[in-house]
């Protein structure tokens, strides 16, 4: 579904992404892991088109999107949940959801899409008409996936879902992510949480200073003694 060649990303002169190359298959739920500054975020912002490759290819559905306008990268069916959210504070709930399905397919079956949202986090039902900067953290990543999942995407890209969040509202996040993997999408999902991310993968990698170091299954990468101990921190 989507496969990343070569794939080299500078920050002026400093490359912050080395000859990366990998693939993620339809159905997926595909986790990148790796220490902080290793680059994972700069990797999910280039596949969602807010950073410029300086050179490999980015396909995804067997086209090429490496130089295709940020805009359009929505349109050709990838979504971002952002690292931090980035919701429009002073907007109520549903505005915030709505201006995920702002192109007309997505318009189109807007209603459907947002009872889609409310039966995955119920929560929501009762703080629709409330601005989203009031919500707890936890609601406002919930409003962040639910803003990207009315796009209907058929690819969810998903930056440190769990920063800053506690444990039990974490937990019931990842519930919802496998949910959502389960019921069609693809998911790529960069997280700092690496044994729970792990535990919802069917394949990683892991990321280091820019290159990818190792890749496997969660069982995989778990049983490799230096693999866990430098990486996974276990």
Not at 15 to 44: D, H
Not at 196 to 208: K, M, N, T, W
Request: with cysteine.
């Amino acid at each position: 579904m989507l496969e990343v060649r070569d794939l080299q990303v500078m920050y002026g002169q400093a490359p912050a992404l080395w000859g990366l190359s990998f693939e993620l298959r339809e159905g997926e739920l595909l986790c990148i892991v790796g220490p902080n500054g290793a680059g994972k975020t700069t990797l999910i912002n280039t596949l969602a088109g807010m950073l410029r490759a300086r050179a490999g290819r980015i396909l995804f559905e067997g086209r090429d999107i490496t130089a295709l306008p940020p805009h359009r990268f929505c349109a050709a069916g990838i979504a971002i949940v952002p690292e931090g959210r980035r919701l429009f504070a002073s907007m109520s709930v549903r505005e915030n959801l709505e201006v995920g399905s702002v192109l007309p397919g997505a318009k189109a079956k807007r209603a459907e899409s947002l009872e889609s949202v409310l039966g995955l986090f119920p929560a929501l039902k009762t703080k629709l008409a409330q601005p989203s900067g009031e919500l707890s953290g936890g609601q406002q990543q919930m409003v962040a996936i639910g803003r990207a999942l009315m796009t209907r995407p058929r690819l969810l890209l998903l930056d440190e879902p769990s920063l800053g969040l506690s444990p039990l509202i974490v937990h019931e996040l990842f519930s919802a992510i496998g949910r959502i993997n389960r019921e069609g999408t693809s998911v790529l999902l960069v997280e700092q949480n690496v044994m729970l991310a792990l535990r919802v993968a069917h394949r990683a990698y892991v990321l280091e200073e820019g290159r990818m170091v190792a890749d496997g299954t969660p069982e995989e990468l778990v049983g490799r003694d230096a693999i866990r101990r430098a990486y996974l921190g276990v």
